[in-house]
């Protein structure tokens, strides 16, 4: 059986005061009327059954999100006590799987990308599981627009030939965020892609790879899943994870191991980390201006005004952003947008923890 | 006796979002902790009794200001059901305190203007008072800072020597509104203050002025004044002041008058009519900004932040002026801030009058 693990612990520092502790990025409607969870879910259910999403995420977010989705299973809702990086999400997901059935396929997708064309992104989960059949631990590569210093880049091996229209190579390396420089001679050179985090394997292959590379999580992941159905099931969870070290599954699992394939794809896919890379996706006036939500002007141009329910009111700006929340607003300028991490890390040393 | 009236009927067009109809200028606490009809009471009480400051307010904006100032005694607030200029005001107020003392003099202040020297301010009350027993018509005048083309001027005449240590002047003649080119040969000559609206007179005489020179107004406060008492007083100044003409008292009056005197002052005085006068008024910190309320903020410059309870976070702007209300934040480029005005009009074109 196929399985689809939706990776939505992250907390979306950059999308302050939208984003809050209480109120992940995933959680928000940052384009259209559904949420960033919900778009992801929603470009998943014409190829997964409810039953077979499942969704890994923080204990205290947990509940905003199941109720954003209510046809998904409050059991197929997996609940860190605490975040540990994506070795330690997907590690766990991969042994809930396996309850269910210990030849699955899993596919390890996120919610903080948008993705606007869904139906050729079902396409590539379609043959990729085909290739993680044959024992391959597949990633999704984007295929790059631009020379971003922003992601981690796939280096494009031999070849393996094609998979139900996609082409599939082996992995050559994976790049941490490169500099300016060496992004654009990856992005000219034709054999990089981005690293999306979308990952497609079969459970017991992952599995493996764990107890080979990352032997104590491995042995903490079979301590927690001998608990499963235990009363205190969930109190071993919180025991077991306070030891377990943070972790991403790129360093932890992906650079050293065997069979790793790349699918490189261009599907539309736009990472929404900040409000300027969110100011991509939507439409904007003749001005260059994006409106959301009640909004009058005079002379603005090429702002990103991110309302709710208060008008938000301009008169002769440009190049910049103003995001109003129930209890903060934001104005920042266009080109320091990066710094709304450090404005979050100050609120956090003042110890203004109501507007975190 | 000496009778103090507070002229305070002014919407406060330009300090939107922060002015609303229902929440005048005069009632907003723009300079400390007091709003600006609070600060005109409270430099007025030194010098005036309670039951001797009369305050003339429009019927929407009575509750909210009496409700500032509980010292006040109701029957001193002078509603009228709809704004009619400066010079129907006065009348109305006039008729009133003949009714207390027809003998009485009365000192025409307002409450859009913050004052520094308060006590100098009373002092120039006082000798104010001593020129209008005299039969003068008396006008404050304030020694102009810079070549202002916001205020009208007054141009002194022959001088009539010194009252408790301030010059009087008669006055030659009132302008409008200068050019900037008039306004900068009217400040070298140095032989014109600005128009204050800040006036001293007899009751017994202003009213004389009225009755010749406006008979219609006249006549209708006549009318107005023969119902005081009885049980429809209140029905009967609304009907006749949907009759009343809008005018000036300076226009109306002031121009033509007899014995028109002026008393230049120098008293810290500043019209807040606007988000970039107020901001002259407040302290700064060393990047030039204006904080009011909670703030944080990276790399900012010559910029006012009015906020109130919500947190207002800024990185990497400057020369803006932002202006967060309960339901409608601001955000204007500070040498842009005149166009507040043309922002509530667009709101009043759209119809959108819960934001007005």
New interface residues.
């Given amino acids: 059986m196929y399985y689809a693990v939706i990776i939505a612990g992250g907390s979306g520092t950059r999308l302050w ?1 939208l984003s809050r502790r209480s109120r992940s990025k995933q959680s928000l409607k940052l384009v259209g009327e559904r949420s960033m969870f919900q778009h992801a879910v929603d470009r998943l259910t014409p190829l997964f059954q409810p039953e077979q999403i499942f969704v890994v995420t923080r204990e205290d977010q947990s509940g905003l999100l199941a109720s954003q989705v209510p046809e998904l299973p409050m059991s197929n809702f997996i609940n860190e006590p605490v975040g540990r990086g994506t070795a330690p999400a997907i590690g766990l997901a991969a042994i809930h799987i396996r309850q269910r059935d210990p030849q699955a396929i899993m596919a390890v997708l996120t919610a903080d990308h948008y993705i606007r064309d869904t139906e050729k992104f079902r396409q590539v989960l379609e043959a990729a599981k085909s290739a993680a059949a044959e024992g391959h631990l597949v990633t999704l590569g984007i295929k790059p627009v631009c020379a971003s210093t922003g992601f981690g880049y796939i280096k494009q091996g031999q070849s393996l030939g094609m998979m139900r229209d996609f082409p599939v190579f082996r992995v050559e390396r994976f790049t941490e965020k490169p500099t300016l420089e060496v992004a654009q001679h990856m992005l000219a050179s034709g054999d990089f892609s981005w690293n999306s985090g979308m990952f497609v394997w079969r459970v017991d292959r992952i599995l493996a790879e764990f107890q080979n590379q990352m032997p104590d999580l491995y042995a903490q992941l079979m301590e927690v899943e001998a608990g499963f159905g235990s009363l205190d099931a969930k109190g071993l969870l919180v025991k077991v994870w306070k030891r377990v070290d943070e972790q991403t599954i790129d360093y932890g699992v992906m650079e050293h191991a065997r069979e790793v394939v790349v699918i490189p794809v261009d599907i539309g896919w736009t990472d929404v980390g900040s409000w300027a890379s969110l100011a991509e996706l939507l439409p904007t006036d003749q001005d260059g201006n994006i409106f959301v939500g009640p909004y ?1 002007e ?2 603005t141009h090429n702002t990103l005004v991110f309302g709710g329910t ?8 440009q190049n ?1 952003v ?1 995001v ?1 929340s ?8 266009k ?3 990066q ?2 991490r ?2 979050v890390e ?2 956090k040393a ?1 110890g ?1 923890n109501h ?1 975190l």
Same sequence: chains 1, 2.
């Fill in positions: 005061p009058k005079i002379d208060r008008l938000v009111a301009t008169i002769g700006v910049i103003i109003d129930e209890d903060a607003v934001l104005v920042c300028a080109n320091r947008e710094e709304v450090q404005m100050l609120l003042n203004e507007w």
